[in-house]
């Protein structure tokens, strides 16, 4: 007698996809309020770095993801998961120690914020079902940081990173990482200028990495939460990610 996996029905396919589109929106909002507490606009602070700065972001962004990658993983064996306002707690008072300091400091703190972030998308995954020993999974990790930071506007960009799994290798590990480096690059180049604005000092660095981890935190939730649900209900990813899409579109509001 054959058995028959019983499948979640259409309507609670489209309740869960409703619920990760107002996931999308609250990680758009930590954007809004990054930028009010630090004013002007989120396009001009990549201007107060200096150039020196700017021209190396791109290649320390990259290296610290190659090394994020393996500690974040090799770390499980010391430290445990912790819960989401755990890993936020923690980020903020590193933000701050970097902000305290100015430029020097913040830019010391960089790779170590991007390992602490990576964990906290490991966590996101493995709450969904996901194990990060798999070598896909800590692949699709990395993937959640070609996402739009949290001070981009740019929509399209926030879920084209929802892409189907290819094979992974040695290779397409490398391919991606030199391919999300330069947006991730940007984005930690926006939080190294936040943190640098005078007279907030230290504060600017614990909001802007609040932002940053409340951003990537809830964007994890809505890649790993799509993969499950195309799973639970054997439906095709690509499909998935399209019926997503257009409710992002009609919900998402337009800043400025």
């Given at each position: 007698m054959e058995i028959i996996e019983n499948q979640i029905d259409a309507g609670e396919v489209s309740a869960r996809l409703d619920?990760?589109?107002?996931?999308?929106?609250?990680?758009?909002?930590?954007?809004?309020?990054?930028?009010?507490?630090?004013?002007?606009?989120?396009?001009g602070l990549l201007d107060r770095l200096p150039?020196?700065?700017r021209g190396r972001l791109n290649e320390a962004t990259e290296q610290a993801l190659v090394n994020a990658m393996e500690v974040a993983h090799r770390s499980r064996g010391v430290v445990g998961e912790s819960p989401g306002w755990m890993t936020r707690v923690v980020t903020t008072a590193m933000g701050a120690a970097g902000g305290w300091?100015?430029?020097?400091?913040?830019m010391a703190e960089l790779p170590v914020t991007t390992t602490v972030l990576l964990r906290a998308i490991q966590d996101v995954a493995i709450e969904h079902g996901f194990s990060p020993q798999e070598q896909g999974v800590r692949f699709d990790?990395?993937?959640?940081?070609?996402?739009?930071?949290?001070?981009?506007?740019?929509?399209?960009?926030?879920?084209?990173?929802?892409?189907?799994?290819?094979?992974?290798?040695g290779a397409t590990v490398n391919g991606l990482i030199a391919r999300v480096a330069p947006r991730l690059a940007t984005v930690l180049g926006q939080k190294l200028a936040a943190q640098t604005v005078p007279v907030l000092g230290a504060a600017a660095g614990a909001a802007t990495n609040y932002a940053y981890t409340s951003y990537y935190q809830q964007m994890a939730h809505v890649h790993f939460g799509l993969r499950?649900?195309?799973?639970?209900a054997d439906r095709d990813y690509a499909d998935l990610v399209e019926d997503f899409r257009k409710r992002i579109?009609?919900?998402?509001p337009r800043r400025g």
């Open positions: 619920a990760l589109a107002a996931r999308h929106a609250r990680a758009s909002n930590a954007g809004i309020q990054l930028l009010n507490l630090i004013g002007g606009q989120a396009e150039s020196a700065i300091g100015g430029l020097p400091t913040a990790c990395v993937q959640v940081f070609a996402a739009a930071g949290p001070l981009e506007h740019d929509d399209g960009a926030d879920i084209a990173f929802l892409s189907t799994r290819v094979a992974v290798t499950r649900l195309a799973i639970e579109g009609r919900r998402t």
